[in-house]
């Protein structure tokens, strides 16, 4: 069923016949979800995350749901990190492939997750809230929670609370992570266009 369902499909049973259905309304092409249209991406662009997508991949397949999440978490930082500056880190990557409004005044991205890049760029009656930023890192965040950091949890009157990763969860945010390479891939193919378009106006 693991498999079924990296190909966007699931098994469902209508008029007393089993039949094979798309797992959600639209198709892996109308989506432009086509896995090997991604990896043919990666592998030509992203080499590095192409090898992660494979592995988060075959981690789902295989039912490991805190591995695959862990791996999606280095597939979103793998990817922004090969977009930073020198001496940066990978939140720089991210702030410079992010599209959203007034990023590019920001000096540095952690003021954004800290919720001080207003007040640094001197704003008072005025707010940007960076969302495409916010969203991405959200991400990141989620995948850390229910990945690699998933044995740690509060601690209450001696007792832990950790969180709890299942399949369901691999799925979701594997899917979250497809979508991000392929808002990367369209946004860049865009800009590319932009100039090829910027290079023809005489």
Known sequence: M???????????????????????DQGA????????????????????????????????????PIS????????????FDESKEDETKWLKGLQRLSTDTYIEKVDNPRQIVQGSANKQLGLINVKFNFSRFQTIYQLY????DL????????????IQYRENATMSDALWILRMTEDLLIWIKETQREKDNQITGDDLVF
């Open 2 to 24: 693991n498999n079924l369902h990296i190909l966007n499909l699931d098994i469902g049973y209508s008029h007393y016949k089993l039949v094979l259905k798309a797992f959600t």
């Open 29 to 64: 092409i109308e989506l432009n979800r086509n896995p090997s249209l991604l990896m043919d991406w990666l592998e030509r662009k992203h080499s590095a995350v192409a090898a992660s997508y494979k592995e988060a991949l075959e981690n789902y397949i295989k039912g490991f």
């Open 141 to 144: 965040s989620l995948s850390s």
């Open 147 to 158: 990945g690699p950091h998933i044995n740690e949890g509060p601690m209450i009157k001696d």
């Open 68 to 79: 695959c999440i862990s791996t999606c978490r280095n597939i979103i930082v793998g990817i």
